[in-house]
């Protein structure tokens, strides 16, 4: 893949042009520095692009849906552990405020879902992983909050677009799922799958 060709083809069809580039030049590109320079815009092109031919390629075998499901599953507990920690911080923040610290007084708290795998065994994998993120504004209203059962967006099942072939599976797909591979543009099925439970973390962003 053509770092000169590639600003040529911004100018005019750019999608015939990432089209006609086989899937592991477009990898090898992603890994190399020329990568790194590109402006945010053709980043997402290219990214998109593999991501979109990759998925069209994907097979919904029986051990394939197995492993969405497994990633799923573990997105879905690490988002109640950040619905968790957040009103965690939450509870210790009023505190403060309640004792006289006063700074605190206007504080918001954003949490997101991130991935990170081993960089030996797949670096194009822990490269894309680097570019993924689940934001999740939680509502600290706490009256919201009593009201509000459907903190983690349950009571719509997510299997819809690109996850529709699960709607049979027996298992709700979460909001983070959809999030990263219907809503986002870099990671695909199959790159999904390859994804461990222990490379799946959460945190917090304070803001005061």
Not at 53 to 70: A, D, G, M, T
Not at 79 to 99: C, P
Not at 162 to 188: E, F, Q
Request: overall charge negative.
């Amino acid at each position: 893949m053509d770092l000169y060709e590639l600003k040529k083809a911004s100018l005019g069809n750019m999608e015939l042009y990432l089209d006609k580039t086989p899937i592991p030049d477009m990898e090898d590109f992603i890994l190399s520095k020329a990568f790194f320079h590109l402006s945010d815009d053709l980043k997402k092109a290219v990214l998109g692009n593999r991501q979109k031919r990759q998925n069209r390629q994907f097979v919904f075998s029986k051990e394939n849906v197995k492993q969405i499901l497994r990633v799923n599953e573990r997105l879905r507990a690490v988002m109640e552990s950040l619905r968790d920690e957040v009103f965690k911080i939450k509870d210790d923040l009023d505190a403060m405020i309640k004792s006289g610290k006063t700074y605190y007084n206007n504080y918001d708290i954003d949490g997101y879902i991130a991935m990170a795998t081993d960089d030996d065994g797949n670096p194009l994998l822990a490269k894309l992983c680097e570019w993924t993120t689940c934001p999740w504004h939680i509502s600290l209203d706490e009256h919201m909050a009593l009201e509000n059962d459907d903190l983690l967006l349950e009571k719509l099942n997510w299997d819809v677009g690109l996850l529709a072939p699960l709607k049979d599976c027996g298992s709700r797909i979460c909001y983070a799922t959809h999030s990263i591979l219907v809503d986002g543009s870099v990671l695909s099925l199959q790159d999904m799958i390859q994804i461990k439970d222990e490379d799946i973390y959460d945190g917090e962003e304070i803001y005061l």
